[in-house]
């Protein structure tokens, strides 16, 4: 995957206080909590061995080691700690703890530690205001936060971005998160049987409905462990579906993802949407059905002519 220069100057200057703060921690966790691979975190350290003041001497550049997997900072020059945000980061850190807080209106404590952390953010910048305008949907979050706990259908009217339309749905809702400042609701569909993913913001209305047996039955269902790779061009995919990645690792030109699926019909339909940018690895039988269609596409349309 591209790795801008701009990119592992702004790690390094974190890497070095975030190792300071957690002595002997391993290039897998670095790797881990940086989003990156271990290769690159050991390029990354690597490279601040000749960072450092102006004259360079030895006695000027930063001096690390990491042995058998562990890191440790011997003198770290200035990078003692960690950057500040920029106004972009700023506001999109804010604006993730705002709805992050009205995703548990239920948790004092958290509530609390929330605030907190709100308030130290706000005080290293004070020269910058974030004013949150509250979108009508951000009133559904009670509503659905209560159909979870009491695993009751909710009954909603959604509008589809994709198909440009409005259309009313009753789901079984899993959870929620967060993604790009953005709230999402997974939910199971008992009609179609497959996980589907709801951007809170388009919910036009929503309302509980009947206790189901949808999510015993749910429980019995067996998941299937898929892993595929997908390219630069079509990370979208990873975002949108991180609710079900249960791991994922950077490697040259995308990401390689497993994940775990109640539906086979809904990931050959993703594959094929997403074609060519999604390779199967396993199981073995998806991965033949990938090239046995993909083989089949690709001579429908040489005798069409259009390619």
Known sequence: MVNPASNRALRAMDLIPYVLENPGVSTAELAQNFSVSIKQIEEDLSLIFMCGLPGYTPYDLIDLVFEDGVVSVIDPQVLTKPRNFSKTEHVAVVLGLEILKSLIPDSPDYQARILQVLSKINKSIPNVEVIIKKEKSFQYF???????????????????????????????????????????????????????????????????????????????????????????????????????????????????????????????????????????????????????????????????GLV
Request: charged share 25%.
């Open 142 to 304: 009670e509503t659905i936060n209560q159909a979870i706990k009491l695993k009751q259908i909710l009954k909603i009217v959604y509008n589809s971005e994709s198909k440009d339309e409005q259309k009313a749905r009753s789901i079984a809702p899993l959870r929620m998160y967060l993604r790009n400042a953005q709230a999402y609701l997974v939910a199971y569909d008992p009609v179609a049987r497959i996980e589907k993913v709801f951007k809170l913001s388009n919910i036009i209305s929503c309302e509980i409905g009947e206790i189901s047996d949808t999510f015993s039955s749910m429980a019995e269902e067996e998941l299937v462990k898929v892993e595929i790779v997908v390219d630069e061009k079509h990370l979208f995919f990873v975002e949108r579906n991180s609710s079900i990645i249960v791991a994922q690792e950077q490697i040259a030109g995308g990401i390689k993802v497993i994940l775990k699926v109640r539906s086979m019909d809904w990931i050959k339909r993703a594959i094929i949407s997403n074609a060519p940018g999604i390779q199967v690895i396993s199981p073995p039988e998806l991965a033949s059905w990938a090239r046995e269609t993909a083989s089949k596409m690709i001579s429908f349309y040489a005798k069409t």
